[in-house]
């Protein structure tokens, strides 16, 4: 995108499941929240609504410009905003002798960062393959695509993407460096489309939708994040509080049911993971994917 005509204008995330984020976490009058992964705010609003002035929500994001938006959102709250990992934030409550009442963690991206030229993280709008959530640090695609081995960059579109061509795309990929033309996002997406049969090319669903989400998840590396703050999560949580995840895939899904399985810790407040209704899923497609689980640590 040339950005002397075209200005980037983000649309505003629409929170996943609110009602159901609220019934299941019931923050009261006084209660200490912490949003994990506060994105643009929409969730850290509606609890820290609840909280009242003697409550405080603890907002938590590894991007910078996300804090930003979120702040102007939650001003004249009790909110106060952190720049970290979330698998740091086990840390951050230890070393102020802090547990919450409850725990939120959103997984993945906001709608304000995938629709960002600048990030590459979406085949939709043209920009170079960057895909980090926090561009303070880390490793973008577009180096990993010039650096990693045939086989590694398979194992990632197998394992992260669960991409049944990731061999055919990964040699392509490495076959493509002689041209030495720089990794957008549109060259990434239509390589990959290149790779598969043409019935794996119609339908609703993109097909480079899968390698894009296994580079993604590498690039980040979401899923040892995510295992990190799980450990850590009980920490976080009083006895008696409860925590809710909501996950967006089946990897990051997979690793909070076992979590929460650990019932000498939880006592699952839903067995089954909570999904959107119909109306969400038609006005929200993004909530069409959300998984959530909710637990209460027990005494
Ligand atoms: C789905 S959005 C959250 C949206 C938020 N619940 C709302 O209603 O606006 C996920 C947010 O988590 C952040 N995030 C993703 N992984 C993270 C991590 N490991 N540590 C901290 N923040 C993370 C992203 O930067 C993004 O802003």
């Given amino acids: 995108m040339d950005p002397m005509?075209?200005?980037?204008k983000p649309q505003r995330h629409v929170p996943v499941l609110p009602d159901e984020v609220v019934q299941g976490l019931e923050p009261l009058d006084g209660c200490v929240v912490a949003d994990l992964t506060l994105g643009g705010g929409g969730h850290a609003e509606l609890l820290a609504k609840r909280v009242g002035p003697s409550g405080r929500l603890i907002g938590i994001d590894c991007d910078a410009e996300q804090l930003e938006r979120a702040g102007t959102r939650l001003a004249g709250l009790p909110v106060e905003l952190?720049?970290?990992?979330?698998?740091?934030?086990?840390?951050?409550?230890?070393?102020?002798?802090?547990?919450?009442?409850?725990?939120?963690?959103?997984?993945?991206?906001?709608?304000?960062?995938?629709?960002?030229?600048?990030?590459?993280?979406a085949f939709r709008h043209e920009g170079i393959a960057d895909m980090?959530?926090?561009r303070t640090r880390g490793e973008p695609a577009h180096r990993l695509l010039d650096r990693l081995d045939e086989r590694e960059l398979a194992r990632i579109l197998w394992e992260y993407g669960e991409e049944k061509q990731s061999r055919r795309i990964a040699r392509k990929i490495v076959e493509a460096r002689h041209e030495r033309l720089p990794w957008t996002t549109t060259r990434l997406a239509n390589i990959v489309r290149s790779c598969l049969p043409p019935r794996f090319v119609t339908g609703r669903i993109d097909p480079a939708t899968r390698s894009f989400q296994g580079l993604r998840i590498a690039v980040n590396d979401e899923l040892g994040v995510l295992?990190?703050?799980?450990?850590?999560?009980?920490?976080?949580?009083?006895?008696?509080?409860?925590?809710?995840?909501?996950?967006?895939h089946s990897l990051e899904d997979r690793l909070v049911k076992r979590e929460f399985a650990r019932t000498e810790i939880w006592e699952r407040i839903n067995r089954k993971p909570i999904e959107a209704s119909e109306a969400e899923s038609a006005a929200n497609p993004r909530s069409r994917s959300a998984r959530l689980r909710v637990a209460r640590r027990l005494l």
């Fill in 227 to 248: 295992e990190s703050m799980l450990k850590q999560l009980s920490g976080m949580v009083k006895p008696g509080g409860v925590a809710a995840i909501i996950s967006f």
């Fill in 5 to 8: 005509t075209q200005e980037f």
């Fill in 82 to 121: 952190i720049h970290a990992r979330f698998d740091q934030a086990g840390e951050i409550f230890r070393s102020r002798s802090l547990q919450a009442d409850r725990v939120l963690a959103d997984l993945g991206f906001c709608s304000e960062q995938l629709d960002d030229p600048d990030r590459g993280l």
């Fill in 132 to 134: 980090r959530l926090d």
